[in-house]
């Protein structure tokens, strides 16, 4: 029985550390740190974009939601194909989770921006789909 106790703390150690080491990105000194840094980020932007577009959607109506449903999704399509694309030299490789998740988190914040402006947008702006209230 004494010898379960002893791997217990290590086993606990191993579960919070990658927590401690993510709230340090910008000391980060490893490959796996790095990529859990890019991966943490790019949960952030998403979660950002999920909102706004949540928000924004609930302002539209009819045939407007519907081709904001489309165009989502399509720039969801080309969001990952080209981060695919961007990230392809380093695929397999330690730092593709960080490539990748730092494409994927650049992407997801102009988009995100995108739907904040178009979110913002005034009464009278021809190009606005739905003013700010």
Request: hydrophobic letters at 40%; one cysteine or more; aromatic letters at 8%.
């Amino acid at each position: 029985m004494r010898y379960l106790k002893l791997p217990v703390p290590a086993l606990i150690s191993l579960l919070v550390a990658p927590h401690v080491w993510a709230d340090d990105c910008a000391n980060a000194m490893d490959q796996f740190t790095l990529n859990q840094c890019a991966a943490a980020d790019y949960a952030s932007q998403d979660k950002r974009l999920n909102q706004l577009y949540s928000d924004y959607r609930k302002r539209l109506e009819g045939e407007q939601k519907q081709q904001l449903k489309d165009v989502q999704l399509a720039w969801i399509k080309y969001r990952d194909l080209a981060c695919a694309f961007e990230s392809g030299a380093v695929e397999g490789g330690s730092a593709y989770p960080m490539v990748m998740n730092g494409c994927l988190s650049a992407k997801t914040s102009a988009r995100a921006d995108e739907l904040e402006q178009l979110s913002a947008c005034e009464e009278g702006d021809l190009s606005c789909p739905a003013p700010a209230p």
